[in-house]
């Protein structure tokens, strides 16, 4: 067990790497990787099990003890990266099917990997959670809401699938996981040590099956749409970053926010993507799952060093 963990332990700290690697090969040997593609949504199950055996009553809390924190990285989650890739999809005069995927990887609930970011950025890892966790909560109501007054131009969407889909792939895994933990509270204690390596398998084969499957799109406009993620997840970061200053929150929390922003559950863009709309629509999610790895963990690098929020002028609101 102890080999185990270390094993998970060194594939979550080199995940990024391992992501970059499994992208390239699948797209150079796409039929390899092919037979992955209708597992993708019990992968994202699994992940999202995974994510339920980790959550506890504590991790809502923050809404209760710092309201304001969690509703501003809840709101400009939900507001900034979908309002970006309208944006980029109609500055840019993206293809319908490029715009989609865009739009609905921006429209997508926080990322489990922004937790991890957070941590190594030195930022507030208990905000991170509490974020994640509620707009992973929100998102079968407001991600199809979003996707619905964003994307319609481009594409007929159908709310009510997508809202069916986030509860089969998001809400009942994560139920299963709370009553895993609930009545078999030590052998799930066990396997958390393991689910760094469960998760980051998961997102790698999701990566490799969407790459694969979408092979000849992403050769015909891999690199464009590669520009469009990355300005995408950029800006994100920066505008997060830029309305938590506004705001006088603490540096912990700017770079809890802007972490939070521009990270992304680009694992569930791919699965609605393949499910509801097409292959290209799904490479921006697959491109985005590469990418904000390596762009979040180059952005906690330089947040580390910025100190921990205690130099921070700006004094921490007080929990009522």
């Known amino acids: ?52 055996l980790t959550l506890s009553a504590s991790d809502f809390k923050g809404v209760v003890k710092r309201p304001f924190e969690v509703m501003v990285v809840v709101v400009a989650q939900f507001l900034i990266m979908p309002l970006l890739a309208f944006v980029l999809a109609k500055g840019l005069q993206l293809p319908p099917e490029v715009a989609v995927g865009v739009i609905l990887v921006g429209c997508c609930p926080g990322g489990t990997s922004s ?11 208990p905000l991170s959670v509490t974020a994640t966790a509620i707009t992973t909560v929100l998102a079968p109501v407001v991600t199809p809401a979003l996707i619905l007054l964003f994307a319609s131009e481009w594409i007929e969407i159908s709310p009510v699938s997508l809202f069916i889909s986030i509860v089969n792939v998001v ?14 509270n030590r052998q799930a204690k066990a396997s958390v040590k ?19 499957n979408s092979q000849q799109q992403i050769a015909q406009t891999g690199l464009a749409i590669f520009g469009v993620v990355v300005l995408h997840n950029v800006l994100g970061f920066l505008l997060g970053f830029a309305l938590a200053k506004l705001l006088r929150m603490d540096l912990s929390s700017v770079k809890t926010t ?32 590469v990418w904000h790895n390596i762009s979040g963990s180059i952005l906690a690098n330089i947040f580390a060093k910025m100190g921990t929020g205690e130099e921070e002028a700006a004094p921490k609101r007080q929990v009522s």
């Open 171 to 184: 809400i009942i895994p994560i139920a299963l996981g709370l009553l895993v933990k609930r009545f078999f």
């Open 258 to 289: 802007s972490i939070e922003v521009g990270m992304q559950n680009s694992g569930l863009g791919a699965q609605l993507a393949t499910a509801h709309f097409s292959p290209l629509a799904a490479v921006p999610s697959a491109i985005f799952s």
């Open 1 to 52: 067990m102890k080999t185990l963990e270390r094993f998970s332990q060194f594939v979550s700290s080199t995940f990024a790497y391992w992501v970059i690697l499994f992208a390239v090969v699948a797209f150079m040997l796409p039929a390899g990787f092919t037979w992955i593609v209708p597992f993708i949504t019990p992968l994202l199950g699994i992940i999202m099990f995974g994510m339920g």
């Open 115 to 125: 937790n991890v970011m957070t941590f190594l950025a030195k930022g507030d890892v």
């Open 194 to 212: 393991v689910l760094p390596l469960v998760s980051a398998v998961a997102i790698i084969a999701i990566v490799a099956a969407v790459v694969s």
